[in-house]
C-alpha cells in the first residue's frame, strides 16, 4: 500500500469530510491490502488502473467519495493516484 496516507490527508483537508465519512474511507483504503480489485472497475485503455467510488460514503449532496489506484501485479503493490469526491453516479 502506497500513496494512500497522502492522499487521504489532502483529501480531508480539501473537502473535510464528517468523521463518519473520514472512518470508511480509511477502513476501505485498508480493505485493497486484502483484496485490491474488489468493487473496483479497470479504467479502459490501462492494465493496472482501477476506479472505485467508496461504499457508504453517498452523501445528502449527491456526492461520494472516489479512488483510482494501480495494482503492480509483480508484486502486488497496490498505488494511490487520487482520492477525491464526486458527484453521483460516477
Not at 34 to 47: I, L
Not at 76 to 90: D, L, Q
Request: glycine content about 6%.
Amino acid at each position: 500500500m502506497s500513496n494512500f496516507d497522502r492522499w487521504i490527508s489532502w483529501w480531508v483537508q480539501e473537502c473535510e469530510p464528517p468523521l463518519q465519512i473520514n472512518i470508511t474511507v480509511r477502513e476501505w483504503v485498508m480493505s485493497r491490502a486484502e483484496n485490491p480489485f474488489e468493487g473496483a472497475r479497470f479504467v479502459p485503455g490501462f492494465d493496472d488502473l482501477l476506479f472505485a467510488a467508496i461504499p457508504g460514503t453517498l452523501n445528502e449532496a449527491g456526492q461520494v467519495v472516489t479512488c483510482t489506484y494501480r495494482v503492480f501485479r509483480a508484486d502486488w503493490t497496490v498505488y494511490c493516484s487520487m482520492i477525491g469526491t464526486a458527484s453521483w453516479p460516477v
